[in-house]
């Protein structure tokens, strides 16, 4: 296609999904009409998971969720004859990318051997252009230093280097009399660590910005400055902003942010770019802010009381009783309010998703009542080590308690990392104790959903629920539960909701909801939705929640299968226990179920995932994911026919599996 313009960028703008989508991607919109326009045979865009490596010390190497997913948007959203070829690759996994990559171009009649030569030497054209652009890099800085004039390097991603983006502020900074490199120039970058780094360093983009910002820090010249772009609509840059803002200032060095979006003028800009230069020249000296960071969690802090905000009704309290039995005080914050909120805008940024302000505010506020001493306190976030910006809750938790005061309270994460910070638990009796629990709890959230709203006595089914909740609860104190307590808990559950009264009448309407996973289940968040709408008539359907923990392990047995990544042998074989475990206990409340009146059978994800007609491709993994589409289908296919998506707004992850698809 050929170079970005507004003329094009307008073209493609009534096929974007999303108003708040970021402007890099409703420019590739008005790319794909540009092609179209030269009437091409086809159009490539490949869906890149994973990226290169940037520091050595990196977690993963992910792609921001727009830039892997977009192409199946661009592919449902914009009309045309012409195919756009979409397949997915990874270039920390190099034989996959030759193997795709083949798959993809035999039918065309190139052979195995002309694509590995094509990779290679696109491989080495691009070492080329990179060693020119830092040897280019280090003469300027040589030249700054020599001349005594203000370095900024400017720090964003790689489609801000796009002219019609950036709007030419690398021409404005050098017409204003200094020089300016980009953050990907710096000459010794891969030499450096991502060590004391507070968020999570698995995307590749936000890697190399941090370690660009440990340079600046590095450099005895107290002309150098930062100066990072900012997209709009720009979901992981809530997370990047701050914590490059905090080590660039950390070293006493100066930081400013601009936002991009579709307006050219460029008056604001120049202003904050003038008043950047002039402090440069006044600039005498580092005032360095050493870093503060949470106190570590340690052996001596197991007996403390562990904070964790609230998830949704029955869930949430059953995860009391299974940390009780491997020796933590769980206590769950049961009241959520506005004044949560308030608390989580204070300390979260602006752009980050409604649930991370919802649970760190709740924390915070927790915290700030009086009733917890922070020093003999641990709070704790759940966190899912994915592509979607969630994986970030505890750093921004962190940030939050450090900005509050709080850096004496140690955050632990109630992942598969928890046992790097500390927090060791038997792993094969929290699987058991959480899985018959929640299967239980899924149990009884269907029986109730296809009992409210035909129950003759009104609040007889919520009632049931409730005092059906209590005893488990209580039970689950009492004595770790077993597969034997299961089968007659579910047993008498059944019995108890088969004699609630309801009325002889056809099915009402069914309405159903998904979406992001704590907006669908905390009541407080989606405005308490599912009572609104069963007083209105509808009856909800819901999928269970435990399928959410199923969704992981075919997603890793996807991407190993497609050599969309290297396998993990390790995390194959848990996600695979995990799996069997869930079928196991599933399986049972299922033979339960059917005893109940009013069943009706839920389908499965490896049954739906034999229907040729997913809606989604699996490597579409951030968020909800190919999960999100796949159980509208379902529901669909059940019958119901109009469908609810819950999303916090901004959330990327929406951009593509809900509201782009």
Same mark, same amino acid.
């Given at each position: ?27 590739? $919109? ?90 290679? !030497? ?15 890099? +280090? ?5 700054? +230093? ?60 936000? @890697? ?9 820090? @590095? ?8 100066? &990072? ?37 460029? =008056? ?14 006044? $600039? +005498?000296? *580092? ?11 340690t052996k001596s802090d197991k007996k403390k009381t562990i904070l964790v905000p609230y998830f949704a009704k029955i869930y949430s309290e059953l995860l009391e009783p299974v940390f009780y039995h491997l020796g933590y005080n769980i206590e769950t914050l049961y009241h959520q309010s506005n004044e949560a909120v308030d608390e989580g805008l204070k300390y979260v940024n602006n752009d980050m998703c409604y649930p991370a302000i919802v649970v760190i505010g ?56 928890? *046992? ?62 077993? #597969?034997?307590?299961? &089968?007659?808990?579910? #047993? ?12 002889? #009448? ?8 998904? =979406? ?34 199923e969704y992981g392990f075919y997603s890793r047995v996807y991407l190993a299968k497609e050599r969309i990544t290297e396998p993990d042998k390790t995390k194959i074989t848990t996600g695979a226990i995990n799996h069997l475990t869930i079928e196991h206990y599933r399986k049972l409340v299922e033979e339960e179920l059917k005893n109940f009146n009013r069943y009706e059978k839920e389908v499965l994800i490896s049954e739906a995932l034999q229907h040729k007609d ?34 916090? !707004? ?12």
């Amino acid at each position: 296609s050929d170079n970005t313009t507004k003329k094009m960028y307008y073209k493609g703008l009534r096929t974007v999904a999303a108003d708040n989508l970021c402007l890099p991607a409703k420019v590739a $919109n008005g790319h794909i009409f540009n092609l179209i326009n030269k009437k091409v045979d086809r159009i490539f865009y490949p869906s890149i998971v994973f990226e290169e490596k940037v520091g050595e010390d990196a977690e993963n190497t992910y792609n921001c969720p727009i830039v892997t997913g977009y192409g199946e948007v661009l592919k449902r959203n914009i009309k045309s004859d012409i195919p756009i070829d979409s397949f997915a690759m990874s270039f920390n996994y190099m034989s996959g990318v030759k193997h795709n990559a083949y798959e993809y171009l035999k039918e065309y009649g190139i052979t195995k051997s002309q694509v590995g030569e094509a990779i290679k !030497f696109g491989m080495e054209v691009e070492y080329k252009s990179i060693q020119l652009r830092k040897n280019l890099a +280090k003469d300027i800085i040589k030249k700054a +230093k020599a001349e005594d004039k203000p370095l900024i390097i400017l720090l964003g991603r790689p489609y801000h280097l796009d002219p019609m983006i950036n709007t030419g502020i690398m021409d404005l900074i050098y017409d204003l009399g200094a020089y300016a490199i980009s953050e990907d120039s710096i000459p010794d970058l891969n030499e450096m660590n991502l060590e004391g780094v507070l968020p999570l360093t698995q995307w590749s983009d936000h @890697n190399r910005l941090y370690l660009a910002a440990k340079w600046i820090v @590095n450099q005895n010249y107290n002309k150098v400055a930062a100066l &990072q772009l900012n997209s709009f609509g720009c979901g992981p840059d809530a997370v990047v902003v701050d914590e490059v803002k905090t080590i660039v200032e950390s070293g006493g060095k100066i930081y400013i942010s601009i936002k991009i979006d579709e307006m050219s003028n460029l =008056g604001a800009a120049k202003i904050r770019i003038r008043s950047l230069l002039e402090a440069l020249n006044q $600039n +005498k000296g *580092f005032n360095i802010k050493p870093r503060i960071y949470t106190k570590k969690f340690t052996k001596s802090d197991k007996k403390k009381t562990i904070l964790v905000p609230y998830f949704a009704k029955i869930y949430s309290e059953l995860l009391e009783p299974v940390f009780y039995h491997l020796g933590y005080n769980i206590e769950t914050l049961y009241h959520q309010s506005n004044e949560a909120v308030d608390e989580g805008l204070k300390y979260v940024n602006n752009d980050m998703c409604y649930p991370a302000i919802v649970v760190i505010g709740d924390l915070i506020k927790a915290l700030k009542s009086g009733k917890y001493d922070p020093d003999e306190t641990v709070v704790a976030l759940s966190q899912t080590n994915g592509q979607c910006r969630a994986s970030n809750y505890v750093p921004l938790l962190k940030k939050a308690l450090i900005d509050a005061g709080f850096f004496n309270t140690p955050v632990i994460s109630l992942s598969s990392d928890s *046992f790097k910070q500390g927090f060791t638990f038997n792993p094969i009796k929290f699987l058991k104790y959480t899985v018959i629990l929640f299967t239980i709890a899924d149990g009884i959230m269907r029986m109730k959903l296809r009992t409210k709203p035909f129950e003759i006595n009104k609040g007889e089914t919520i009632a049931l629920v409730n005092k059906l909740l209590e005893q488990l609860h209580s039970d689950a104190y009492y004595k770790p539960p077993t #597969k034997k307590y299961l &089968q007659k808990f579910m #047993k008498y559950a059944v019995a108890e909701f088969n004699k609630i009264p309801v009325e002889n #009448k056809p099915v009402k309407k069914r309405i159903g909801i998904v =979406g992001e996973i704590y907006l669908k289940n905390n009541c407080f968040s989606n405005n308490y939705l599912v009572e609104w709408l069963e007083q209105r008539g509808y009856e909800v359907v819901l999928t269970s929640y435990i399928k959410f923990f199923e969704y992981g392990f075919y997603s890793r047995v996807y991407l190993a299968k497609e050599r969309i990544t290297e396998p993990d042998k390790t995390k194959i074989t848990t996600g695979a226990i995990n799996h069997l475990t869930i079928e196991h206990y599933r399986k049972l409340v299922e033979e339960e179920l059917k005893n109940f009146n009013r069943y009706e059978k839920e389908v499965l994800i490896s049954e739906a995932l034999q229907h040729k007609d997913e809606p989604l491709p699996r490597y579409l993994q951030f968020g909800e994911g190919w999960l999100l589409p796949l159980e509208i289908s379902e529901m669909v296919k059940g019958g119901v026919k109009d469908v609810i998506s819950l999303q916090p !707004f901004g959330c990327i992850s929406n951009q593509i599996v809900a509201k782009g698809v």
